[in-house]
């Protein structure tokens, strides 16, 4: 594994086809300020979200794990503007930060912060007939994944794109006696995503700036 041929790739990818981009740039700053772990996606990885978005049409999004926001604010700047994006954060801080990320980038009409335990911010959403949502990003604790998944299929509709972060983790899934339980919620969590009646998913693996690592890819069947 080359991690700096990576590194250089993602940044001859990113100068090539990402425009400069300021607001980004401040976010991750902001973020870096306050002390949050760098663990956003990749720009590149973020435009792929706010691109899957915009082809799917997505009006009303869906983000479990926040951070400062990062992904959010690709997936936000996605929306129409009557769209709106609810994104769930444990972390008072982190959210704080997002906030403040989203009230600099103009994007805080379009999006919603509830903190809590995601779990029980979505029976909340349930509870509220807050949902379908177009688009689910799923990118939060990962041995809470499986009732996460759960959770987004609930809330969606026929064509809901589930889209989810982190499944390779250095390719460490494949070892089914691996004791981390992050590595053993991610297993389950490909299980069910694979055996699901209502969904339709694939998994690809990815390199660069953020390692070695994977996105799930997944519809919600008609
Ligand atoms: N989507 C972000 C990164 C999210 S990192 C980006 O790409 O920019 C994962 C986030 O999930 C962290 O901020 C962490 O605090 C949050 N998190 C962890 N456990 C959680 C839980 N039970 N409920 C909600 N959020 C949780
Ligand atoms: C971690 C979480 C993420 O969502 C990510 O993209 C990378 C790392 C983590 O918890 O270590
Ligand atoms: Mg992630």
């Not at 435009?47 to 869906?62: D, E, H, P, T």
């Not at 479990?64 to 503007?81: N, Q, V």
Request: proline share 6%; net charge negative; aromatic share 6%.
């Amino acid at each position: 594994m080359d991690q700096g041929l990576w590194i250089t790739v993602d940044r001859y990818l990113t100068d090539t086809l990402l425009p400069p981009d300021y607001q980004m740039e401040n976010a991750l700053e902001a973020n870096a300020c306050a002390g949050l772990p760098a663990i956003d996606v990749a720009p590149n990885q973020g435009k792929m979200l706010n691109l899957i978005a915009r082809v799917q049409g997505s009006r009303r999004i869906l983000e479990i794990g926040t951070l400062g926001g990062y992904s959010t604010i690709w997936l936000a700047r996605a929306l129409p503007a009557d769209g709106k994006l609810i994104t769930l954060e444990l972390d008072p801080k982190h959210a704080a930060v997002a906030q403040a990320n989203m009230q600099r980038t103009g994007l805080a009409s379009l999006v919603d912060i509830r903190v809590g335990p995601a779990v029980e911010s979505l029976e909340k959403l349930h509870a509220e007939n807050s949902g379908p949502f177009d688009f689910v990003f799923l990118d939060a604790d990962k041995p809470n994944y499986p009732v996460y998944l759960d959770w987004a299929v609930k809330l969606s509709r026929p064509g809901t794109v589930i889209l989810t972060d982190n499944v390779v983790r250095d390719g460490a899934i494949v070892d089914k006696n691996n004791k981390d339980e992050r590595v053993q919620g991610t297993r389950a969590f490909l299980e069910k995503l694979g055996n699901h009646p209502r969904l339709d998913a694939t998994a690809i693996q990815t390199v660069g700036s953020k390692g070695y690592d994977g996105f799930a890819l997944a519809v919600v069947k008609p």
